[in-house]
C-alpha cells in the first residue's frame, strides 16, 4: 500500500547520501538509461563530491536483480599488492598495518573495474548511454566545483582535536585536496578537484579499463611507487572485476540476497533468519529488539571464525545457511539473558545506494575506501584518493586474515536485496563497518512489520560494539528509543549506552527502495542522518 511519508515514483527511482549522486543516476535514467546505468554515474559522482567516505581509489560491491529474477554479483575488491609482505612491513618497523599513509594505501582498488564489469551488465540489459553521459555529472563537479557535505563537516568537527584527523593531515598532499586554504571545510563551501575531473575526463573517452591498463593506470602505479606504497603496477594491470553468485535465504514471505565472502553478507543473512524462530510479532517493542541483538552476536562470532578471502575459505557458507542450522542458533538465544559481547573494533566509511527502473531491474550497491579518507593518500598526477582497506589483514600468519601478495581482504561491505512472495522488491543497505548487519535487519525487519520504508530508516537505531572514534562494546542507543524499552534492554543484561543524540551518523546512514508489482511504482528514502536523496521518474 501507498503511503504519506515515503517518496514514490511511478517508473523508476535512485537513493543515495548525497542529493548531487541522486540527482546523476534520476537524471541518466530520464535519459533512458537502465538501473545499472544510473548506478555508474551515481557511483563516479559520490566519488567526488563525498569523499570522506569513498573515491575513486576504494572498492565497490554490486548486487543486480533483472527482470527476468536472475541475481548476480559483482566483487570490486581489490587484493593485497605484491609488495604487500610481512616483512615488508616489518622491515619499515611496522607491528601492525599502519591506518594512513603509504604503507595504509596495500590493495588494488577495485571500485573502477567494478564499474567496467557494470557497464558490460548494463549493456546485456539493453543500456546504451555512452560512458561520458554516464560520468558527465562526476566531470563538472570535480572542474567546476561542489559543495561541501555536511556529513563531510561533521567529520572534521567530530574529530578536529584527535588524532586520527591529525594523522591524515601529516600524510603529504592530503591538506592540499580537503581543506580549503589550510581551514577545515564547512558544508556548503565549493571545492574543485581539478586533477580527479582530468581523470575522469580521460577515462570517459578511453574507456575504463584505462584505470589499470592505460595512461591512467601508469600515472598511478607511478605515483604509487614514489610514495612507497606496496601495490606495483603490474598488479594494477592484472586486476579485473569478477562476477560471482550471491548467497541467499529463504524466510516465510521473502527470500533475501547479500554478498559472500570476503564481505560479511553471511552475517546480515544469519541474523535476519535467526530472528525468524523467535516468535516476534510487531516492530519496535523489547523483544524485537533484543532478538535481534543476540542474533547479531551469534552471527558476529561466526562471521568471526570463517570469512575470509574466498580462495581460501574452508567453510560449507551453504551449510551455515541451511535450516537447520539457523534454527540451532536461534535455539542458542536467551530472550530473557544478554549473552556475553566480545567485538573487534572498526571504522566504516562507507556509502550505500540503490536504484530501480521501470523494466524492475534492482541494483543494490556499496563503495568504500574503509576509513573516513582512506589512507589519507591522494595522488599528485590523477588525484585519486586510495582506500586503507588492507588494515583488515593482520600481520600474524596464524590470524584468520593473514597478510598476503595477491590475498583479498575482509570487507565489512555488504549490499542487501529482498524478494517477497507477493512480487514486491527491495533494495536496501547501509554504511557502518560492523554495524552495516545490524542496521540492516532493523529496518528490514521494521518494513517487514509494516512500517512504510522512510519510517523504518528514520526510527531511532542501535548499533552493539565498537564504531567510530568509540573504544566500548556497549549497545549504543539513539535518544528517541521509548524510556521503557532502554529500561527492558538494560534488564535483560544489555550494556546500554545512550548516546544522546536523536540523528547520529555513527549509527549509519541507510537506504531502501521498494518497487510493488501492479502499477510497479517505487517507494524510496534515504537516511535523514546522511542528508540523502531519492529521486526519480513519475512521482515525488
Given at each position: ?317 551453504d551449510a551455515l545457511l541451511a535450516p537447520d542450522a539457523i ?142 572514534g568509540q573504544n566500548s562494546t556497549t549497545l549504543k542507543l ?19 549506552e545512550e548516546i544522546g543524540e536523536a540523528y547520529a551518523d ?35
Amino acid at each position: 500500500m501507498r503511503n504519506d511519508t515515503t517518496p514514490v515514483f511511478s517508473k523508476s527511482a535512485v537513493a543515495a547520501p548525497s542529493p548531487l549522486a541522486a540527482e546523476s543516476g534520476a537524471r541518466v535514467l530520464e535519459e533512458g538509461g537502465n538501473a545499472i546505468e544510473a548506478m555508474i554515474a551515481m557511483a563516479a559522482t559520490i566519488a567526488v563530491v563525498f569523499p570522506h567516505m569513498n573515491a575513486m581509489g576504494g572498492d565497490g560491491f554490486w548486487l543486480i536483480r533483472e527482470p527476468d529474477e536472475s541475481v548476480t554479483g559483482i566483487d570490486a575488491c581489490g587484493p593485497a599488492g605484491a609488495e604487500a609482505t610481512r616483512a615488508f612491513y616489518r622491515d619499515a618497523g611496522h607491528e601492525a598495518i599502519p591506518a594512513r599513509g603509504p604503507h595504509a594505501a596495500l590493495t588494488v582498488a577495485g571500485a573502477v573495474g567494478g564499474w567496467a564489469r557494470a557497464t558490460e551488465a548494463a549493456q546485456a540489459g539493453g543500456g546504451r548511454l555512452p560512458l561520458p553521459v554516464l560520468l558527465e555529472d562526476a566531470i563538472r563537479h570535480a572542474r567546476e566545483g561542489y559543495p561541501v557535505a555536511d556529513s563531510e563537516q561533521r567529520y572534521w568537527d567530530r574529530e578536529a582535536d584527535g588524532a586520527t584527523l591529525a594523522a591524515l593531515r601529516a600524510v603529504p598532499g592530503f591538506d592540499a585536496a580537503f581543506t580549503l586554504a589550510g581551514e577545515p571545510p564547512r558544508a556548503g563551501a565549493f571545492r574543485r578537484t581539478l586533477k580527479l575531473g582530468d581523470t575522469l575526463g580521460h577515462l570517459a573517452d578511453a574507456g575504463l579499463s584505462d584505470f589499470y591498463r592505460g595512461d591512467v593506470g601508469r600515472e598511478i602505479a607511478a605515483d604509487l611507487d614514489r610514495a612507497g606504497a606496496p601495490v606495483t603496477r603490474a598488479d594494477l594491470e592484472s586486476y579485473q572485476a569478477r562476477t560471482v553468485q550471491p548467497l541467499s535465504l529463504r524466510l516465510g514471505d521473502a527470500t533475501l540476497w547479500n554478498f559472500p565472502p570476503p564481505t560479511q553478507g553471511l552475517a546480515s543473512l544469519m541474523i535476519l533468519g535467526m530472528f525468524e524462530h523467535l516468535g516476534v510479532t510487531r516492530a519496535d517493542n523489547l523483544d524485537h529488539h533484543h532478538g535481534l541483538i543476540e542474533a547479531v552476536k551469534r552471527a558476529f562470532a561466526i562471521r568471526d571464525r570463517v570469512v575470509t578471502d574466498p580462495a581460501h575459505l574452508d567453510a560449507d557458507l551453504d551449510a551455515l545457511l541451511a535450516p537447520d542450522a539457523i534454527a540451532r542458533e536461534a535455539a542458542a538465544i536467551d530472550m530473557a539473558r544478554a549473552a556475553p559481547f566480545p567485538l573487534a573494533a572498526d571504522h566504516g566509511d562507507t556509502i550505500w545506494m540503490g536504484a530501480i527502473d521501470a523494466q524492475g531491474r534492482a541494483v543494490s550497491y556499496i563503495q568504500s575506501i574503509y576509513w573516513d579518507y582512506g589512507s589519507g593518500l591522494v595522488l599528485p598526477a590523477t588525484g585519486v584518493l586510495w582506500q586503507n582497506r588492507g588494515m583488515s589483514f593482520s600481520l600474524d600468519p596464524a590470524a584468520r586474515n593473514p597478510l598476503q601478495p595477491g590475498r583479498k581482504p575482509f570487507h565489512t561491505l555488504n549490499p542487501a536485496l529482498a524478494v517477497f512472495k507477493d512480487g514486491r522488491v527491495m533494495s536496501y543497505g547501509c554504511m557502518g563497518g560492523d554495524g552495516q548487519p545490524q542496521t540492516q535487519a532493523q529496518i528490514f525487519t521494521r518494513y517487514r512489520f509494516g512500517m512504510d520504508p522512510a519510517s523504518a530508516v528514520d526510527a531511532p537505531r542501535w548499533l552493539l560494539g565498537r564504531t567510530w572514534g568509540q573504544n566500548s562494546t556497549t549497545l549504543k542507543l539513539e535518544s528517541r528509543f521509548d524510556p521503557d524499552i532502554v529500561k527492558g534492554l538494560a534488564g535483560r543484561g544489555q550494556a546500554v549506552e545512550e548516546i544522546g543524540e536523536a540523528y547520529a551518523d555513527l549509527l549509519g546512514h541507510a537506504g531502501m527502495l521498494v518497487r510493488h508489482p501492479g502499477d510497479g511504482h517505487i517507494a524510496a528514502t534515504h537516511d535523514p542522518r546522511a542528508g540523502g536523496a531519492a529521486r526519480g521518474m513519475g512521482g515525488s
